[in-house]
């Protein structure tokens, strides 16, 4: 079994505002209840205010500099955002018409999700005898835990049209209705992605919730036993 790595994304926090050392020493002075500048602070025509073309220049200068700066901090924020994930519902379809995916990176996102559900992700395939004696575990488990925030899903390795082609009235045929995909993808790569040690044999089954799961290079004998490999997610 392999354990997760947990990510803590941070929210980068954005730089304080300074105040400007010019509006510092723009002070005011309250003598005899009138308020008044310091003299030897101002240019000479300042003393009798500023043109009115120059105060609405100031203040457009000034609301432009407001605008600038809330753009930028918005950018900021939506830096520190995690990238959007496919929801599971896009990639799937049912074991009477299932997808068929030429390459890993289409099917990735299912192994992606940050929903809080538990994910039983089987691969199996026609040839594969002890796949297809497990099937009717996973659906039983499918059954007993519908109310609960779990989604098995079956994802075949088969490569072979005919084959491709016999999923459906095979599955039909053992009662199996779970979300079904076919991964025609026969690169080593994205299998070394999903798990260092995997060497493509079958059936192998991920589980995980979020950031924390779990690999079973192995078959499910019984329903307690495949049951077991959920139950330490669920619930968390």
């Keep these: 079994m392999v354990g997760g790595a947990l990510f803590v994304c941070r929210t980068a926090q954005p730089p304080a505002i300074r105040t400007s ?3 510092a020493a723009r002070r005011i002075h309250e003598e005899g ?4 500048r310091s003299s030897h602070l101002l240019m000479p025509h300042a ?3 500023f ?3 120059f105060r609405g220049l100031k203040k457009g200068l000034s609301l432009r500099m407001r605008i600038l700066f809330l753009f930028f901090l918005a950018a900021w924020c939506g830096c520190s955002e995690s990238p959007s994930v496919a929801p599971v519902g896009d990639l799937l379809g049912p074991a009477s018409a299932p997808p068929v995916y030429a390459d890993y990176g289409e099917l990735s996102p299912l192994f992606e ?7 039983l992700i089987n691969f199996w395939a026609t040839w594969c005898k002890p796949c297809l004696e497990e099937l009717p575990l996973l659906q039983q488990l499918n059954d007993e835990r519908s109310g609960e925030a779990l989604r098995v899903v079956l994802v075949s390795l088969d490569t ?4 491709i082609e016999r999923i459906p009235t095979y599955l039909e045929s053992r009662a199996i209705d779970l979300p079904t ?7 080593s790569s994205w299998k070394r992605e999903l798990d260092e040690k995997w060497d493509g044999s079958l059936p192998t089954t991920f589980v995980y919730r979020n950031d924390l799961r779990y690999i079973y290079r192995r078959p499910f004998r019984t329903l307690p036993d495949v049951a077991s490999a959920v139950e330490p997610l669920l619930g968390k």
């Design 113 to 119: 999700q940050r929903d809080d559900t538990t994910y």
């Design 181 to 187: 995909v076919v991964l025609t993808d026969e690169r």
């Design 47 to 49: 003393r009798h205010g």
């Design 160 to 163: 072979e049209a005919g084959a």
């Design 21 to 23: 050392p010019c509006s």
């Design 51 to 53: 043109p009115a073309g």
């Design 33 to 36: 209840g009138a308020t008044a």
